[in-house]
């Protein structure tokens, strides 16, 4: 009989550590493959891990109420006249990620375990690493991406595939990956369908609730009579970003690194741009989109995600930008931003938002971003940070270009400025190559020729 | 608008256009002295005389090749095949000359034929004469195939037929010749090929069908309605061109497919259907695309068996409890 290791389970995108509630299993008591061996606390909700396989509990190294990491040996099953030194060897050394199954279940396995994309051919013109590196994944279908979230491959020339594959129906999978559903955590009849999903968005209560009113008091508000709170339901996206932002700023230990550009010559230059007859209008955005990628490409180190045991550099540039909408915030992904041209991104930018706006974006539109920048310039805002979108690695948040005095060495003048905040996850980078990245998209904005060559 | 039978739409059908177009003639086996094997050419030989209502000897492939020659030459031939079945001794005619011509010449020669007759399960005509035949000219690039279910829709559908200048498989049944239903007499109303048609408006599941099996699908539409299941149901009329958008955008909105035909499955119309759905509306499907299908097997002639052969109202009603998962799985 195989020794099994129990690890702890990556039951979500997010999650890096989980917590034994209790365990319903002692050492020493026999279980079987499919037995739920213990409850585990996680970022989202509270999980029970069902036993792989068949055996003896022979050890718990993880008691109730402790917590591990992510892929931590936390038991043994095996057969009482087994040797399981050698499993519980590897104890310290957190093992591979391990895969959920479906809804609830922790991967042991004494089989080689494997990354749920197969590694193939680099892109071309992307050297081989020792880490894996997959060609460019953003491709692989959207539900695989954020909201389904396949544990992180960890691997090795010598590992296996071991994904916890979900059956859900396509438009299942489509709406969780827009509402943020992680369908692992769900159980479905057979195969998740729509229903499934929406029965577990709490926002899908959508049965006509009617705000709630509370009429003042009375006696208290002699002033202004009339309501005075309501309490409105949480639309779809509302509840997502409610669900999906305390997993950014929690567990993501963001940084912030600010700086102010000279935006006059990009100004003249966008100005110039957009008296040309047959040419698409370019905004400010635009600029930032096209001179964030050109950096993205020389600090690949900020275009990259934690991943619990590695980092994955992502070698082309999918831009998230943020676009407003009436009840929430919708983040389409401008795929290849590094390979197009201001044009290319003015045209595709506008498309992309006009098609968020009338929510006509496809699920795939929607993840794969590899860095975000969110823009509030248009309400004269002159600087904020913004909470990083998981699994990327930074965000930048962009300010209004406003006029101010400036003093060079001419004296005093009116010159554009514009503030952007860049904000990092510190597991992934520090300040300096935040600071580096940042210095290189002001130069880049400062000096915008640049952005046209 | 006035009520009469499918037979009786389509005789009116090619009366207004016999009428319309001195082109316009009819040839086949017992279609003027007799007035048609189902009466639908009946009162032609007297109003239009035998240069225009030709009888025919039992030879399918000869009269269709005349058909199509004189096609060739600028008359529009309406060629009936006394059952469908028969134009299997035509197929040479039919699918190498016909569908064609226009390609091999070149665009020189069209060829503006209608073919028609009765075909698909009837009541215990056996297994010669109850085959579902559409599938074996819809495969073929340049035929268009029709399939009208409705006395309204064989006779606009028959106008535009006889209109093309393509060859039309224009394939009736003969369980339907007796349905009556409301009728245009306006001889400028037609129903252009290609165009599906929803039937019925629903929101759970879109249901594609034609012919008798359209009529069966209804009834179970009525039944799951009770059960709390709405189904729309599409038509799609003209098999081939396909009136792909129709069913998507249904199918879009229902986010679940059942298609029904008579015949049996393999590489069917439900084959076509489920492969089209899946290429144009994958992330809109919340169940795989279900087909109800006639059971592979010659149609027996036993109506017990024949009864079991054919797709029935309770199949149709399974299928979509199954897609709906409204069997409690």
């Known amino acids: 009989m195989a020794i099994t290791k129990v690890v702890m389970p990556k039951l979500s995108e997010a999650m890096e550590t989980g917590k034994i509630i209790k365990w319903l299993k002692k050492e020493g008591d026999r279980v079987q493959g499919g037995d739920i061996l213990a409850e585990i606390e996680t970022d989202k909700a509270d999980v029970e891990m069902e036993a792989f396989g068949a055996g003896v509990l022979r050890k718990i190294l993880v008691s109730a109420g402790e917590k591990a990491p992510v892929g931590t040996l936390i038991g043994v099953i095996a057969e009482p006249a087994e040797d399981i030194a050698a499993a519980l060897a590897s104890a310290p050394a957190p093992a591979v990620a391990a895969g959920a199954g479906a809804a609830s279940s922790a991967r042991k396995d004494t089989r080689p375990e494997a990354a749920p994309v197969p590694p193939t051919a680099p892109a071309p013109g992307q050297p081989l690493r020792p880490a894996v590196v997959s060609t460019p994944a953003p491709a692989v279908p959207a539900v695989s991406a954020g909201a389904v979230g396949i544990p992180a491959p960890a691997l090795t020339a010598s590992t296996a595939v071991a994904t916890g594959r979900v059956k859900a129906s396509p438009l299942a999978k489509k709406i969780a990956a827009q509402t943020g559903v992680d369908l692992r955590l769900i159980r479905g009849s057979g195969r998740i369908i729509r229903r499934d999903v929406e029965a577990a968005t709490p926002a899908t209560v959508t049965v006509a609730t009617a705000p709630v009113t509370v009429a003042a008091a009375p006696v208290t508000a002699p002033i202004v009579p009339g309501v005075e709170y309501e309490d409105r339901p949480l639309s779809q996206i509302r509840a997502a970003i409610a669900r999906r932002m305390p997993l950014s700023k929690a567990p993501v230990p963001h940084f912030y690194v600010t700086s102010e550009v000279a935006m006059d010559r990009a100004w003249e230059l966008r100005e110039e741009l957009n008296a040309l007859e047959g040419q698409p209008k370019i905004s400010v955005n635009d600029f930032v989109v096209r001179a964030c990628a050109l950096a993205l490409l020389k600090h690949p180190g900020v275009n990259a995600s934690f991943q619990g045991e590695s980092i994955r550099v992502w070698h082309r540039a999918h831009i998230g930008i943020a676009v407003a909408l009436e009840d929430g915030l919708i983040t389409p992904v401008l795929r290849d931003s590094h390979a197009k041209s201001l044009a290319q991104i003015a045209v595709e930018a506008r498309d992309l938002a006009e098609r968020a706006r009338a929510r006509k974006l496809r699920a795939t539109e929607l993840s794969g971003a590899t860095f975000s920048i969110s823009n509030l310039g248009m309400y004269d805002v002159t600087e904020f940070s913004a909470i990083i979108n998981p699994p990327e690695g930074a965000i930048l948040a962009v300010g209004s270009v406003r006029r101010v005095a400036v003093v060079d060495d001419a004296g005093l003048g009116v010159g554009r400025r514009m503030a952007l905040t860049l904000s990092c996850d510190h597991r992934v980078m520090d300040g300096a190559m935040g600071a580096r990245f940042l210095q290189d998209v002001k130069r880049l904005l400062e000096e915008p020729l640049r952005l046209l060559v | ?329």
């Open chain 2, 1 to 329: 608008m006035a009520v009469m039978t499918y037979r009786e739409a389509l005789n009116l059908a090619l009366r207004e256009e016999m009428r319309r177009d001195p082109s316009v003639f009819v040839m086949g086996e017992e279609v003027g002295l007799y007035e048609g094997a189902y009466k639908v050419t009946q009162g032609l030989l007297k109003e239009f005389g035998p240069k225009r209502v030709v009888d025919t000897p039992i030879a399918e492939s000869a009269f269709t090749g005349i058909g199509i020659g004189a096609a060739v030459l600028g008359l529009r031939p309406v060629v009936e095949m006394m059952t469908f079945n028969f134009a299997l001794l035509a197929l040479d005619q039919i699918v190498n000359s016909a569908a064609k011509m226009f390609y091999m010449s070149g665009g020189q020669y069209s060829v503006p034929i209608v073919i028609r007759g009765p075909g698909g399960p009837a009541a215990q005509l056996a297994a010669q004469h109850s085959q579902s035949m559409e599938v074996y000219f819809y495969h073929v690039p340049g035929l268009k195939v029709v399939r009208p279910t409705t006395p309204m829709d064989a006779k606009g559908l028959l106008k535009s037929a006889i209109r093309d200048d393509n060859p039309v498989i224009f394939i009736e049944a003969e369980t339907l010749y007796p349905v009556k239903g409301e009728v245009p007499e306006d001889p400028d109303f037609v129903i252009p090929l290609g165009q599906a048609i929803v039937r019925r408006e629903g929101t759970d599941v879109t249901v594609i069908a034609y012919m008798g099996m359209m009529y069966r699908a209804m009834e179970a539409a009525d039944e799951l309605a009770k059960e709390g299941i709405s189904v729309e149901l599409v038509d799609p009329r003209t098999l081939r061109p396909m009136d792909v958008e129709t069913i998507i955008g249904s199918v879009r909105k229902t986010h679940r497919a059942v298609v029904v035909e008579a015949g049996a499955g393999f590489a069917g119309m439900g084959s076509e259907i489920a492969a089209f759905v899946t290429e144009h509306a994958f992330d809109d499907l919340d169940a795989p695309v279900e087909r109800v299908t006639g059971a592979n097997a010659p149609m027996p002639y036993a109506r017990n068996l024949e009864k079991l052969k054919t797709p029935s109202k309770d199949k149709i009603a399974a299928a979509i409890r199954r897609v709906c998962n409204a069997n409690g799985s």
